[in-house]
Every structure is written in C-alpha cells, then in structure tokens.
Nanobody, 124 residues
Framework: QVQLVESGGGLVQAGGSLRLSCAAS????????MGWFRQAPGKEREFVAA????????YYADSMKGRFTVSRDNAKNTVYLQMNSLKPEDTAVYSC?????????????????WGQGTQVTVSS
C-alpha cells in the first residue's frame, strides 16, 4: 500500500509559479513510477507529467513542456511538480499517482494509488 498526500497548491496570478509536492508512505518509493494529473471543473482528468522510479526518465503532456518540471527525491519519499508561467487554464485540482515498476506513463488507468489532490487557482 502506498499513501499519497499532495501539498503546495494555492492561488497565484497568471505568469506566476507554484511548486507542488506529493509525499508518499512506504519503504519502496523508488520502485514506483509517479504521475501528476489534473482535473478542471467540468472536464475529465488529464495527464500532466510523470517520472520514473529512479527520476532519470520524465514524460510530459505537450501543453506542459517547457513550463512544468517533474522531479523526485527518493530519500524524502517525495515527488515534485514545479509549475512556471502559469495560465488561468491551468486552474484545476492536481493529483499525484503511483504505479509499481515500469516506465513513467500517461494513462490514468495504469496507476494504482492516488492522492486526494490539491487545488491550484490561477487568476488573470
């Protein structure tokens, strides 16, 4: 079992930055590929970024490339999402997810464990 807790969301003006964190329980955190997803009101949950267990391999949704950076610190059992140049359309609940083994992946159906999410609101 892996429990995930996100933090770092909030209200920010367009063009600003936020760093989200996802703290995981368990002793084998480095064995899990981690993903970030988001869901805006009235929309389906969508893939944002993912990172391999080692942190070497990353994968981004096209619309996030160059603005968002996913990373992890396995010593702290934490994965991060650095978000820069935020836009009002980035407003959503951001959730992290974990899957045991394998490469970082974009399909939410591949992930077994989910956090509760953290709200990010970008004002214009």
């Amino acid at each position: 079992q892996v429990q995930l807790v996100e933090s770092g969301g909030g209200l920010v003006q367009a063009g600003g930055s936020l760093r989200l964190s996802c703290a995981a329980s368990g002793r084998t955190f480095s064995s899990y590929a981690m993903g970030w997803f988001r869901q805006a009101p009235g929309k389906e949950r969508e893939f944002v970024a993912a990172v391999s267990g080692s942190g070497i391999y990353t994968y981004y949704a096209d619309s996030m490339k160059g603005r968002f950076t996913v990373s992890r610190d396995n010593a702290k059992n934490t994965v991060y999402l650095q978000m820069n140049s935020l836009k009002p359309e980035d407003t959503a609940v951001y959730s992290c997810a974990a899957v045991y083994g394998g490469p970082p992946r974009r399909s939410l159906r591949d992930y077994n464990y989910w956090g509760q999410g953290t709200q990010v609101t970008v004002s214009s």
